[in-house]
């Protein structure tokens, strides 16, 4: 990583933009900041990069940027799941431009044919005598010349969690277990819904561009005060038509059953709860959630009690988390399988990517389900995402006012507050979002003093 | 006119409708049991579990233009408009009853200062009902559904 030309020379300036109940509003709006995060922050943390059911085949692959860095997830021959950088190691042309493909047992640049295998090390340079006696010489009989280690970068650190696959760029930060720790329960529980404890991303993805900081998304996602006002227009439609000819009673269509929740009042979500970890992690739906009152798909609960016996089956399926964030790049819902994923690219610019899964040994209904929710609510056509961004867009201007540098996180602050330590709290509490921003602060500053030293 | 141009007719109107927001007159051209279709991949089957950018029946749809009317239409606050470039439909009868046409389009959508452009074919599926043709199916097989969009917020 190369340190950055920023305003940010030291600790103290990134420790000053964050307060206990309230951050500068330069963490949404300033490039510099941005820089710093993807300095800093994105790399020293584990990042959600994909699901290694989408490569399931030798060859097979899948691209996206981390921190501006172009990367290569892909099966080699041994069944391994390898990332590598999608980086020439010679002119430094990325190998492959799709978002996904097979490759044949090689990966082969575009511009001058040279060749990598699936581990990423260099295996052929076309007129390879040209390159005696450089780092590149490959004819070397005791290649003392060649340097092994050419070839396409691999990234050190790759953790897989019931598939999804994890990436921390740099060598800054804390170990995988120790970042995550018992907030991995909620994918846990999204994995544990298949009979077989198996996950496949399948479905396509939505990629809805947003013209705000990745930040009020993923704060979006355990705002539990927003949904009745934001999405009033989008859910209380749905509410307002149905209940026009039918009452409580009437089975209500899957599009009902998904929407309505949205407009609950103050106290369902409040009492919903919110739960807390370290490093920024966090659930709503504690107690219930907008998920749990889903009607049941025929056979599915005597799957579970084949697969995993009563007790564990029931535990399974009363588990309704509303939104689990694992900050900063990926943000779950275990209920109905659905992911999202912040690729930020700007301070003023998130590709917000949505992701559906199969429950693997589950019935086709559970897939489409999940698929419609995505639809519903996630697709670029969503009126439920269109009012989101417009209130982070909104932000994105409001805050260019000189009126009060502050932005306020002081909802259910409390002086004691241990924010360190995992904990439950009401749901309206905007503690998520304090939690957020300590970590942002310990892991930036943590990775500029790794750097420093 | 012809039973052809009768249906070209009828497919120019319906974007008319559309760019002068009269969605409560669009909504009279839909059958109770249509389906409004955006697939997210290239030759996706109606059977296929795939997710779609629209697969909406009328109750969405009816949500769709009630919302608009909403107060709180935070994201319409000020509205879009919209404008749809239509080249002449292909036309093929299916009896009496029934209509398929085939329209390549640009699709124009502007909010504030932002404006995008977009572009496809459009696949309408068309019955008589009464005398009056009416929607039963339109598919939007948009051309750039791979790439990051932005909001698409009103009717293609």
Redesign the interface.
Known sequence: MTASTTRFANPADVTALVRDDEVHKDVYIDADVFQLEMDHLWPSTWIFLGHDSQIPMPGDFMTADIAAEPLIMLRDKDGCVVVVKNRCAHKGAKLVSA?SGKLSSNLRCPYHGWTFRLDGSLRSIPEPKGYAGSKYDLLASDRTTADKSIGLSRVKNVEIYRGFVFVKLSDAGLGFHEFFGDSLSSIDNMADRSPEGRLEV???T????H?CNWKMFVENLNDTMHPM??H???A???K???YADHDKTDVK?M?VEQFEPFVSNYKFFDDMGVKIFPNGHSYTGVNFSIHSAYSAIPGYHDSLVNAYGKEKAENILATNRHNTVYYPSLTIKGAIQTLRIARPIAHDKT?LESW?LRLVGAS?EH??RT??Y???IN???S?V???D???YRAIQEGLASSDNEWVSLHRRYDESERIDISGEYKGNSEVSMRGQFRAWRERIVASMQAQAS | MSEIERVQSFVYYEAQLLDEKKFDEWLALLTDDVLYWMPLKRDQAEEDIYNSLLYEDKLLLQVRIERLKSPRVFSQLPPSHCQHVLQHPEVICQGDKEYQSRTPFIYLESHMDTQITLGGVVHHELVNVDGELRIRRKRIELLNRESALPSIQLFL
């Open positions: 978002l399948v479905g396509g939505f990629r809805y561009m013209n006002v934001a009033h227009s989008s209380g439609t749905v307002k038509l149905w269509p599009v590709l559906t086709d897939l489409k698929l419609m995505s639809r519903l697709a670029p056509t009126v995402g269109h009012d961004l417009h209130c």
